[in-house]
């Protein structure tokens, strides 16, 4: 059941445990496959992950397939399936955001690569893992982002689809480990609504041109 998806998350685990972004068995993942859910389980070291170990969960949570349980966290992440339509959705304890979310109250916007997280990255009050509460604090920081800081925890972000879910986590982390760098040197400078605007309408007239010059090809 839903192999094509267990080899995903196994393979997505792995490769986030090797760039440090998930530790021993802290981290979670999944994606969505019409009415069921790959997931990661409870206790699977993610650096080691196989494919059969992978839980597979309807909507409402009642495991379908899988040695293991699923994840602590499913909560969550079946929030941000009904609240916002993910088709994936990533949970890291990645350092250098981790480390902010115990300082910060949101992770501004110091570079316009962040702006494909929907703007600056709030920090929700910290919860205990695994509770309905930090479930619907989470939620709460996700409304109009795809990523969200978890105090004194870690990451949460989501995507269309795991490739983009993993790539928002990987784009956190290395947007938290830029303003760390900057701020050991003085205060790191953000853009502006006018500089974030100018951003956006940049890439939108750059897609345009792209299809156009497709469109000639």
């Not at 941000?80 to 993910?86: H, S």
């Not at 088709?87 to 115990?102: D, I, M, Q, R, Y």
């Not at 996700?142 to 989501?158: C, F, K, M, Q, S």
């Amino acid at each position: 059941m839903l192999e094509r998806e267990r080899e995903r998350i196994a393979a997505a685990a792995r490769r986030l445990a090797e760039e440090g972004l998930v530790m021993g068995t802290a981290g979670n993942l999944s994606e969505r496959a019409g009415e069921l859910i790959a997931v990661t389980p409870t206790g699977g070291v993610l650096a080691e992950l196989s494919p059969s170990e992978v839980a597979v969960v309807d909507l409402d949570g009642r495991q379908r397939d899988g040695q293991l349980a699923a994840t602590s966290e499913l909560g969550l992440h079946l929030g941000v399936y009904e609240r916002y339509g993910a088709g994936a959705v990533v949970h890291t304890h990645a350092p250098f955001a981790t480390a902010l979310a115990c300082v910060l109250d949101e992770l501004p916007i110091i570079h316009y690569h962040l702006l494909a997280l929907g703007g600056p990255v709030r920090v929700v009050p910290y919860a205990t893992f695994g509770t309905p509460a930090l479930a619907e604090l989470a939620l709460h920081g996700l409304e109009d982002r795809r990523a969200v800081l978890l105090a004194n925890h870690g990451t949460i972000t989501y995507g269309k689809d795991l490739e983009q879910a993993v790539e928002h986590s990987r784009l956190l982390e290395w947007g938290a480990a830029l303003y760390c760098r900057a701020a050991a040197m003085g205060k790191p400078r953000e853009l502006d609504e006018e500089q974030c605007a100018a951003v956006i309408e940049r890439q939108r007239d750059y897609g345009q041109t792209r299809a156009s010059a497709g469109d000639r090809a």
